[in-house]
């Protein structure tokens, strides 16, 4: 596909129905767009775990991460004259990316406010996908409320982060191939931020796959999603974690319906643990994972229980400058006491 070319727009249903179904519907819009990534076990990781690990590699996507899916998901679904006023949403990182690619394929306007002090290469990233950028606020909780502000003014669909349901049924489309492909498994861990990509595990797994447990992993520096999860409630937290793609410092509804009644369990880590991760992505799978990416892999590691066969989800490859720098200062040769071992 060119960049000319334009996505197919989704029929009514898939806007409005939120369930496995409706995640089929999606994966005829996003596989038209994206092929399906691989998935497969690298003998080292495979070692170093004690157990067998599928690894699917999302990395790989245009824009490096799984959120395209999403954004690819969404412009499918506006409806005409949302498709013509164009969408705002408030970003840093892989959500905008997401939104601008799939924008640029969907003749579909797209605009992202970020905050004051957002990374200038990611910044420059969505502006050579197309979009237009704001610059506005020193934290993202002020971003959104900008971009909320421009959507009235201007007319603009608002794009959530987290509570869209064609995002999460987008995201979704990643599970579903993983089911299908490894129909065995016993664990899947989904990293999370907003919860969408969990969410999403969840649909596709009560239905193709009901004894595989889905465990979801954060960052214990940005922990809002699971202490929504634990408490029942909606919760905010500051979040204090180097991750750029964990770090969300607030539960979202919509994902959260989900995870409550369906995450078999959720364990947080360190951003150190996380980086080793990133390490071991590195040295032992021969990918080039962002935190947010070897999140999964980092929760499989603090995992006791760990059995196999398993999935990790190398969300993105997106990896910033600290985390670049990391791998090296990393020691995650096989044989050592550095590794992730329990």
């Known amino acids: 596909m060119t960049a000319?070319?334009?996505?197919?727009?989704?029929?009514?249903t898939t806007r409005t129905i939120f369930d496995f179904d409706a995640v089929l519907?999606?994966?005829?819009?996003?596989?038209?767009?994206?092929?399906?990534?691989?998935?497969?076990?690298?003998?080292?990781?495979?070692?170093?775990?004690?157990?067998?690990?599928?690894?699917?590699?999302?990395n790989i996507q245009p824009t490096g991460a799984f959120k395209v899916r999403g954004g690819v998901a969404l412009m499918a679904a506006l409806s005409p004259e949302e498709r013509r006023r164009g969408v705002v949403t408030a970003s840093t990182g892989n959500h905008a990316q997401s939104l601008a690619w799939a924008g640029a394929r969907s003749e579909v306007p797209v605009t992202v406010v970020v905050p004051v002090g957002a990374p200038a290469r990611k910044v420059a990233a969505v502006r050579a996908l197309g979009a237009r950028?704001?610059?506005?606020g020193e934290?993202?909780?002020?971003?959104?409320?900008?971009?909320?502000?421009?959507?009235l003014a201007e007319g603009m669909r608002m794009v959530s982060p987290g509570d869209e349901p064609a995002i999460v049924l987008g995201h979704a489309t990643v599970y579903l191939e993983l089911f299908r492909r490894h129909p065995g498994l016993r664990a899947v861990y989904a990293p999370v931020g907003s919860g969408s990509g969990a969410a999403g595990a969840c649909l596709v797994r009560d239905v193709l796959a009901p004894e595989c447990r889905v465990i979801g992993v954060q960052s214990s520096a940005a922990p809002a999603a699971h202490r929504a999860w634990?408490?029942?409630?909606?919760?905010t937290v500051h979040s204090r974690t180097r991750v750029a793609?964990?770090?969300?410092?607030?539960s979202f509804a919509l994902t959260q319906s989900v995870l409550g009644r369906s995450l078999n369990d959720f364990i947080l880590v360190d951003d150190d643990a996380i980086q080793r991760a990133v390490g071991l992505m590195s040295t032992?799978?021969?990918?080039?994972?962002?935190?947010?990416?070897?999140?999964?892999?980092?929760?499989?590691?603090?995992?006791?229980?760990?059995?196999?066969?398993?999935?990790?989800?190398?969300?993105?490859g997106n990896a910033d400058d600290h985390e670049l720098a990391g791998i090296s200062a990393?020691?995650?040769?096989?044989?050592?006491?550095?590794t992730l071992n329990c």
């Open 4 to 12: 000319t070319d334009t996505l197919p727009q989704a029929p009514a």
């Open 25 to 58: 519907r999606t994966y005829e819009a996003v596989s038209w767009a994206l092929p399906e990534t691989p998935a497969w076990s690298y003998p080292l990781l495979n070692a170093e775990a004690g157990v067998e690990v599928v690894v699917k590699h999302e």
């Open 245 to 250: 793609g964990l770090a969300v410092g607030a």
């Open 139 to 151: 934290t993202m909780c002020e971003s959104l409320a900008h971009a909320e502000a421009l959507s």
């Open 284 to 316: 032992h799978a021969h990918t080039l994972a962002e935190g947010a990416g070897a999140a999964s892999l980092a929760g499989l590691m603090a995992d006791p229980a760990r059995q196999g066969p398993c999935a990790i989800v190398c969300t993105g």
């Open 230 to 235: 634990t408490s029942g409630e909606p919760t």
């Open 133 to 136: 950028v704001v610059v506005e």
């Open 330 to 338: 990393t020691d995650t040769t096989v044989g050592t006491d550095a």
